[in-house]
């Protein structure tokens, strides 16, 4: 029953941008180990076409009025219904692209910093490619788990192997609190299903996500398999208090593997609820809504005020992604046009933004092989250009009107406010503080007169080269772009938020 | 009678082949490879006849053997695990100087016995089927002979195996001193009939018997001979042991408590519950804390069990997938489990070395191939997808859920077990790749054998992770009968 | 002159004499078996706990078992398990005999699963028959109807059983000759 | 009439002290040889309600007989297996006390 439907020239494009990434790491599995340039070109080569397969895909998201307007499905395990089954919306399109944009920005920003067991890095980059967007894409429940626990071991081997010196206690620690979570959503998963199969007779369609969406009243199975899913989501996203991963992991992640952390990863948990854990069980999300937005606000306002007193710079981006993040949840918990919308903008704003200023840490990193803000000072003196580029992300991060870091932080206060105001009040007013606050950190490290520290320096402390110009560059195009014009991206995951808020509502409704 | 011969063929078939083993090593004595090469044919004719067999239930010899797809399904893992550890065993015993053909031809028998067990329609065939497997384990694991360790777990693995038989034994005498027979359909039917009120015996039958059965499945507090059987025994050998009498154990743990004893299932399930409860975790939280390789895997073992336990609470409480689960879990469970010993065989190239963790440290430079394998049944053994293990867990998992009640809280113990298995799973993994190399290295030898077992090993993990449906599909078809 | 139906004096019948003299002679012999420190003379006591079995098999009309049971048991397990431990003893192990440390919880286990033994099958509804005296003597053609019908089965794989022992059994006792795998020429292979 | 020997459950009680016993022997035993010996104490001991079984209940009658000629085979493989063993390791350690091999316990 191979049904191959609405391809691209008679191409199933969802499964080739899925796959080419694991092509391309079986294919430099081959390459001999001693050409560490041919692998690394290979791998930038396989990466990019991926993102110009994304791209073509982009127009097809916006021609068809349907929810998916891409889908394949065949079967898999015919036995359960499990079927192989892929589809992509506004939502996950959005998405897509940013993973591949960041892949083949974060193989680019690999040149220089990773020397050692160059093969083995690129090919835990392609498959860790293949498991992000086989999550964003997955429509069959059994698929999705898979594809999430696939993103987990390149993952735990980038950090592990090419990570700093305390790297193998973040990983192990990134592994337990991602296990946990995704384990129990198995068997939510599993029960799910099964409740299906019950109600039905028949395994057909009880792994099908489509399938699933409103069918599930039982208000037991919807609380316990909710509970499950949002743990499992909480952990990526992360919300507090199940974020102690994310620093530790943060400052011992090679520079790409921070990017892609902060980029993508962290977006599986807020895509899980929009796209699984919500629309499968309305009623349980909206008896939770209150405890997760006290946890978000909870998020927003701890991860600012621990940003604050950080010393070492990646772990200060570290934290305030976690209050980033709370946006995010924020927004999705509003159920309304406005949270939503500014929750799906924040994510791929802060995947822009911080996946940025990741990128400039690391490229500060590689002159100074420091992190200590107390020991910088009147940096832009000796590189302006990298001063005005980590001026730029750190304006955009504090959400500077104009730059898109604005918008969504801006829609998911709107959408927090309407549903309570005294919440949204509490996150505008921390972030401002905060905002200022990390701003006269950049006055601290940027300006002024030049420290001993990074005197002594000297000529190692050049300015930005051009390779890393262009990794920086496409991001900064897109923040200014998505700045000007928000409507850009909302117009096109539009059809997407209007089937959640459906979903969503499904449970009052009924 | 003709017809009889037909359907136990596949007993004649490995027992011959058992002997023909051995006459092969008279003709030409000390080849090393000689009684390998003959008992993996004799073992391939086994799998074709078993193949032939698969299509409906036969029974033969008054109802004593019991062939079809069970049988099939069962003989043929019992091949592949066979097969597989007489490919990786032959070069580690020879380099300590041991013969392979009395190891080979041992070997058969157990699986003459796994068969019988597997076939079994009544006590006492399945009793004698039990001994035929657990036997030839006593000589397996004090095949080492020289070796004070081998022998020291060999003793203990007796002493513990038979006493374990006796009071199995009388359990399985009670059980059909009560019922007035041995037939498992007919004491099935002559429980149900006696309602639900428990006999005085066939309430000690039980308790006999669950001990029994607990102490030959290794399941906690029943389990402390097994670390010292598996550490003692030659790496390969202990690969087998945690695999073959085990996988056997649960097919008389199916054969006795969810056919004979279905009936008492209610008072049956809160024991095995608790047993698999204490199981999974004591194994899991002791696998925590071994530095050498061989024993945590041991340990880990223990674990496995209490995940499978899971599978025959499942069935207990109706749910025929509990069978369907462990069925499953027992092929993804061999495959990996042998192949993560034939991975330590291999690192134990020089006679008399033990392997602790911190000598696996930086193995992914030296030998890359050899310690990605490993990281693949190690990432099987945890369940992180697309393995074979995997899918186990979650099959086990799903019938759990399926069948609600005890084995659903059963279910969340597993998973959070499978976490704390990771720990010390990926912690091998962790001194493989991301540790710098160990000042006094492994040896590592890989004769062409051990190599295709590895690969055998490893594609049957992969295979069964990415495309399970096929053997699901055995599996449905297995317990249909 | 005939014996009287019960013993005199005290009314109980030769029967129950009988087994009641063959029960506490192999009650009696093997708590000698567990508890006594010469292991020789345990091995000897073990032999005649089974002889006083053998008995019992008698009582029940099972003669063949009870030849069985001589031949088996007492002349090759019990003479077996004697060679062994004439084998060995040595000045290395002590010939009295010790206890493990847990002895003490195991005679209390052991008390108490007798007395459940005694109360669930004494008290259980056996549906049995019950005899005048002793049991008719079983003929050997019901058990070997049996034993060639619904165990024959059985009674073939045990052959194969017992085949296997004995490779094993040769392969681990033996020493090799020299010059053969498994030869004994390099103490420090293992 | 006899009060003992003619009924079943003597047989039995008489089966289950002697099983306990040799339980007892198996736990409390440090030497091989002497827990080996424990072990045919509760084979016997199964033997014995096999055939008491067997001679008293109609529908087992001959069964008994036949189920414990199986056993005894049985234990005579497992006896020849386990004292090889005994030897094997005796040859190895000199000791046939069991508590003293913890080689791997270190």
């Known amino acids: 029953m191979s049904d191959l439907t609405q391809l691209i020239g008679g191409l199933p494009i969802l499964s080739m941008i899925t796959l080419l990434p694991f092509v391309g790491a079986l294919l430099i599995a081959l390459l001999p180990s001693s050409r560490p340039s041919l692998i690394r070109v290979a791998a930038l080569a396989v990466s990019f076409i991926t993102f110009v397969l994304s791209l073509l895909m982009l127009p097809g998201i916006r021609e068809f009025s349907s929810e998916f307007a891409f889908s394949e499905q065949i079967s898999w395990i015919p036995s359960f219904g499990i079927t192989y089954h892929l589809g992509v919306d506004g939502l996950s399109g959005a998405l897509v692209v940013l993973t591949t944009l960041l892949s083949w920005i974060c193989i680019l920003a690999s040149f220089g910093p990773i020397q050692n067991r160059v093969k083995e890095y690129f090919i835990s980059f392609l498959i860790l490619e293949t498991g992000m967007l086989g999550v964003f894409l997955s429509l069959d429940l059994f698929l999705f788990y898979i594809f999430w626990e696939i993103v987990l071991v390149p993952m735990y081997l980038i950090i592990g192997i090419w990570g700093g010196a305390d790297r193998i206690y973040a990983t192990i620690k990134f592994v337990l609190y991602t296990l946990v979570g995704s384990l129990l959503m198995l068997v939510a998963i599993l029960a799910t299903a099964f409740s299906h199969q019950a109600a039905t007779g028949s395994w057909t369609g009880a792994f099908d996500l489509i399938a699933l969406r409103g069918t599930i009243t039982d208000p037991t199975l919807q609380a316990l398999a909710f509970g499950a899913f949002a743990l499992a989501f909480a952990i990526k996203v ?28 962290l977006k599986l948990g807020g895509y899980g609820f929009l796209r699984f854990a919500i629309p499968l069980f309305p009623q349980a999300a909206q008896d939770f809504a209150p405890l997760i937005i006290a946890l978000s606000v909870i998020a927003i306002i701890y991860g600012a005020i621990v940003a604050i007193v950080q010393t070492d710079l990646k772990k200060l981006i570290a934290y305030s992604s976690v209050s980033h993040m709370g946006f995010v949840t924020l927004g999705i918990f509003s159920f309304n046009q406005q949270g939503v919308d500014g929750a799906i903008l924040q994510m791929l704003n802060h995947g822009l933004i911080t996946s940025g200023l990741f990128l400039l840490v690391g490229i500060g990193y590689e002159r100074t092989h420091d992190r200590e803000i107390a020991k910088m000072g009147g940096w832009a003196s000796r590189t302006p250009v990298y001063a005005a580029l980590f001026g730029f992300f750190l304006f955009a991060s504090v959400g500077l009107p104009g730059l898109s870091g604005f918008a969504g932080e801006f829609l998911v206060l709107l959408g927090a406010f309407l549903v309570n105001p005294m919440v949204a009040g509490a996150a505008t007013l921390v972030m401002i503080l905060a905002a200022v606050y990390l701003l006269w950190m950049y006055q601290r490290i940027f300006t002024g007169p030049l420290s001993p520290f990074l005197k002594g320096l000297g000529s190692h402390l050049t300015d930005v080269t051009p390779i890393e110009i262009a990794t920086l560059a496409p991001l900064a195009a897109m923040i200014v772009a998505f700045g000007i014009l928000p409507s850009l991206l909302t117009n096109a995951f539009a059809t997407s938020v209007a089937q959640f808020l459906m979903y969503a509502s499904g449970g009052l409704i009924q | 009678m003709s017809g009889d011969l037909l359907t136990i063929a596949p007993l004649i078939t490995v027992g011959l082949t058992a002997v023909a083993v051995l006459l092969s090593d008279g003709l030409t004595p000390n080849r090393r490879y000689a009684p390998i090469a003959v008992a993996l044919a004799g073992l391939g004719l086994t799998s074709w006849i078993l193949l032939q067999q698969s299509g409906g239930t036969v029974t033969a010899l008054s109802g004593a053997y019991i062939g079809g797809p069970f049988v099939a399904y069962l003989g043929l893992l019992g091949s592949a695990v066979v097969a597989i550890t007489l490919l990786i065993s032959p070069d580690h015993l020879a380099a300590r100087r041991y013969p392979s053909a009395e190891f080979a031809a041992t070997l058969l028998f157990a699986l003459c016995g796994a068969i019988l067990v597997g076939a079994s329609g ?174 945590m895997l041991a340990y880990s073992s223990i674990a496995h069990t209490g995940y499978l336990m899971v599978g025959i609470v499942a069935a207990g409480e109706g749910e025929a997938s509990g069978i369907a689960g462990v069925l499953f879990y027992s092929v993804a469970y061999a495959l990996m489990n042998l192949g993560a010993f034939a991975f330590l065989t291999a690192v134990q190239g020089r006679p008399g070395a033990t392997v602790q963790l911190s000598d696996l440290a930086g193995l992914g430079r030296k030998h890359p191939m050899l310690a990605l394998l490993a990281a693949l049944f190690l990432l099987s053994l945890t369940g992180i997808p697309p393995t074979a293990g995997f899918f186990a867990k979650a099959y086990v998992i799903l019938s759990a859920v399926q069948a609600g009640g005890i084995a659903s809280v059963l279910a969340i113990v597993a998973v959070l077990n499978a976490a704390i298995a990771a720990f010390y799973y990926l912690r091998v993994v962790i001194y493989l790749f991301m540790r710098d190399p160990a000042e006094v290295e492994v040896q590592v030898a890989t004769a062409p054998l051990l190599r295709a077992g590895l690969v055998v090993a490893a594609a049957g993990t992969l295979l069964l992770g990415l495309l399970p449906g096929g053997l699901i599909e055995a599996v449905v078809k297995a317990i249909a009968s | ?82 060679f062994a431990i004439m084998l060995t003893q040595s000045k290395a192990a002590p010939a009295k005999l010790t206890f493990q440390s847990q002895a003490l919880p195991a005679a209390l286990i052991a008390s108490l699963l007798a007395i459940i033994f005694a109360i669930t099958l004494g008290t259980n509804d056996w549906k049995a028959t019950v005899f005048a005296g002793t049991p008719a003597p079983q003929g050997t053609t019901s058990t070997a109807a049996e034993l060639f019908g619904p165990y024959l089965l059985a009674f073939e794989v045990v052959s194969v059983l017992i085949l296997a022992a004995v490779i094993g059994g040769i392969y681990l006792a033996a020493i090799p000759r020299a010059g053969q795998i498994g030869a004994e020429d390099d103490e420090e292979v293992r | 009439m006899s009060q003992i020997a003619g009924h079943l459950e003597p047989y039995l009680v008489l089966a289950g002290i002697l099983f306990s016993i040799g339980a ?83």
């Open chain 1, 238 to 265: 992360p919300m507090f208090p199940f974020h102690t991963w994310l620093p530790d992991a943060h400052v011992q992640a090679p520079t790409a593997g921070s990017v892609i952390l902060a980029g993508v990863l």
């Open chain 2, 122 to 295: 009544d006590l006492v065939t399945l009793f004698i089927g039990l001994e035929l497997m657990v036997i030839p384990g006593y000589i397996l694991a004090g095949y080492a002979k020289r070796d004070p360790l081998s022998t020291e777990g060999a003793v203990k693995y007796f002493l513990l195996g038979s006493f374990s038989s006796a009071i199995l034994l009388f359990g399985i005498v009670l059980l059909w001193g009560s019922t007035s027979t041995a037939s498992l359909t007919e004491i099935a039917t002559a429980l149900t009939a006696a309602g639900a009120g428990l006999q005085p015996a066939v309430a000690m039958a039980l308790a006999l018997i669950t001990t029994g059965v607990a102490f030959k499945i290794a399941a906690v507090p029943f389990h402390y001979w097994t670390p010292d059987a598996y550490q003692g025994s030659p790496t390969p050998i202990t690969g087998y042991l945690s695999v073959g009498p085990k996988i056997g154990a649960f097919v008389l743990m199916i054969k006795i408590f969810l056919i004979a004893l279905l009936p008492l299932a209610a008072s049956w399930i809160p024991v095995v519950a608790i047993l698999a409860t204490a199981t999974m975790t004591l194994g899991n939280l002791v696998a925590l804390t071994q530095s050498n390789v061989k024993r």
């Open chain 4, 24 to 106: 007892f022997g198996f736990l409390a035993r440090r030497n091989a040889i002497s827990m080996l010996m424990s072990i045919e104490l509760m084979l016997n001991a199964v033997n014995l309600s096999a055939v008491a079984l067997g001679v008293f209940i109609p529908a087992l009658v001959g069964q008994g007989i036949a189920f414990a000629l199986l056993i005894i085979a049985v234990a005579a493989a497992e006896a020849t297996v386990g004292l090889a063993i005994v030897i094997a390791i005796y040859r190895n350690r000199k000791t046939p006390l069991v508590d003293e091999y913890d080689t791997m316990r270190q």
């Open chain 3, 1 to 82: 002159m005939p014996l009287p139906d019960t013993l005199p004096l005290i009314g109980i019948t030769w029967a129950d004499a009988l087994f009641m003299m063959l029960g506490g002679v192999t009650i009696a012999a093997s708590l000698f078996v567990v508890l006594g420190r010469d292991i020789i003379r345990n091995g000897l006591m073990l032999i005649l706990a089974l002889g006083a079995l053998a008995g019992i098999y008698v009582m029940l009309g099972a003669a063949i078992l009870a030849g069985a049971q001589v031949l088996v048991y007492i002349g090759a397990i019990s003479v077996l398990i004697l």
